[in-house]
């Protein structure tokens, strides 16, 4: 029995001998999720964009599989990441909303997270790219070693932007270690006021080369105003348009480094997040404006990466999960022309609403797997969720952890040999929750409704139930609420029994 197919007997439920599965073992495909930041469902060619083309997305979902109803948790980063590396609902946890860069970790050190899952498993860990998870305890001083961090919660290497792209501290943070920071120009950040003299892109719009449309009206870095303000630590600064190549260059290092052991990656791209930098490799290249120049460079970000990867001889017996960690959004607060030249472009395909939506364009996402060894290409329609990584790669790699999880076994799907996905799914908008249940989708009436500022009908808040069959109607366009009330009750008891089992309910 050669090692793929003892890895397709354990997944059968087989009973292998000790010795076979201690073999099997060795020969444990590699893992790597590379998680886009507001890439959404339309904004691959391969989920029908014909105004930009993705080859390099593409890829993964031509050799592997190609799922349509791909779902996050949430409609935003911070919930979203937490419930794929923890397994747990976003709501579970009070802090799990989009947080400011100097805010603490979130994830307990002593939870159960898929690297440390991985790392049980004998997997080298690392995480490079956007993080934002928070870090440290909420008193970071930005010179030291940041504690706890990546490490604690389960990676051997990382190298992390501490939030966002237009968050403050832009630095990098390499193995818990501010990046080329110089002991005799500190780097300080704050959330509350400005530093003194230092300019800001509310006072300073002079010093601007990208202005912002809301919001965003602290430090300048690189000309660009971010959210927060930080004095010092100069040589530290990143330069937006460098930053897609250098995650690039440590993802590949990360693999060259460990390719005689079994790893695990998780490479999180920066775009298509504000603020739009195309390196100048790619400023002009869409027609799109830096929505779709960025796009087209992460998209080179993805190619490149995998390119190295057939180098290293690795493709073969990698499992490569490609996604995004919330649906996209055209003005997210800098006047980079999104709106103006996105024209025939639907960003969220054929879906309703976009990032913060409670809507699919929010929640459901681009979500490719690829595993040459093992498994067929091919697309499928189940419905699966990044949470349910945790459990399935552990199921994967024989691992057990007595931590109570939301995260299911959905291994056989995520592999392509069985289309019974999950059955319902709680996902969380900017406002409100939504539930799933199989084709059906129901948005409880939001008490304190308002209009919505993206436009009537993005956000999915309404002062009515709201109820759809996405199978039908994937736009969510005909509210069955009224036609189908019998379905609606039902789907009423079983949000209000979910609320009641899953785990301690903050939010709700
Ligand atoms: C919002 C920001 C937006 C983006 C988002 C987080 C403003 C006006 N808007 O508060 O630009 O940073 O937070 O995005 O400041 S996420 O993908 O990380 O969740
Ligand atoms: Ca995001």
Known sequence: MNSYSSILSILAGVTLPVSLIAQTQSKQPNIVIIVADDLGYGDLSCYGAHRIKTPGMDRVANEGIRFTQGYCTAATSTPSRYSLLTGLYPWTNRDAKILPGNAAMIINTQQVTLPKVMKQAGYVTGSVGKWHLGLGDGAVDWNKTVYPGAKEIGYDYSFIQAATNDRVPCIFIENGKGVNLDPN????????????????????????????????????????????????????????????????EKAKGFMRDNKDKPFFLYYGLHQPHVPRVPNAKFAGKSGMGPRGDVILEADWCVTEFLNEMDKLGLTENTLVIFTSDNGPVLDDGYQDQAV?????????????????????????IPFML??????????????????????????????????????????????????????????????????????????????????????????????????????????QQVNLAEKDPRRLRQMMMLFEKLKRETGKITNF
């Open 340 to 364: 103006e030249l996105v024209g025939d472009h639907k960003m969220a395909g054929p879906l309703r609403g976009g990032k913060t939506s409670l809507y699919d364009g929010g929640t459901c």
């Open 185 to 248: 120009d500190p780097l300080y950040v704050s959330y509350k006021e400005n530093f003194p003299g230092e300019p800001t892109g509310k006072d300073n719009p002079e010093l601007l080369r990208m202005h912002p449309s809301v919001g965003h009206a602290g430090s300048i870095v690189n000309g660009v105003p971010r959210i927060g303000f930080q004095k010092g630590g100069k040589a530290a600064q990143w330069k937006d348009e460098d930053m897609a190549e250098l995650f690039l």
């Open 370 to 475: 690829r595993w040459p060894a093992v498994v067929k290409p091919g697309v499928s329609d189940a419905l699966i969720c990044q949470m349910d990584l945790l459990a399935s790669l552990a199921a994967l790699t024989g691992q057990t952890y007595s931590d109570k999880v939301d995260s299911q076994n959905t291994l056989p799907v995520f592999l392509g040999q069985s289309n019974n996905g999950r059955k319902e799914l709680v996902t969380e908008g900017y406002f409100n929750y939504a539930l799933h249940d199989g084709d059906w989708v129901m948005i409880p009436p939001y008490p304190a409704y308002q209009k919505d500022p993206e436009g009537e009908g993005f956000s999915g808040q309404a002062n009515c139930y709201q109820l759809y069959n996405v199978k039908e109607d994937p736009g």
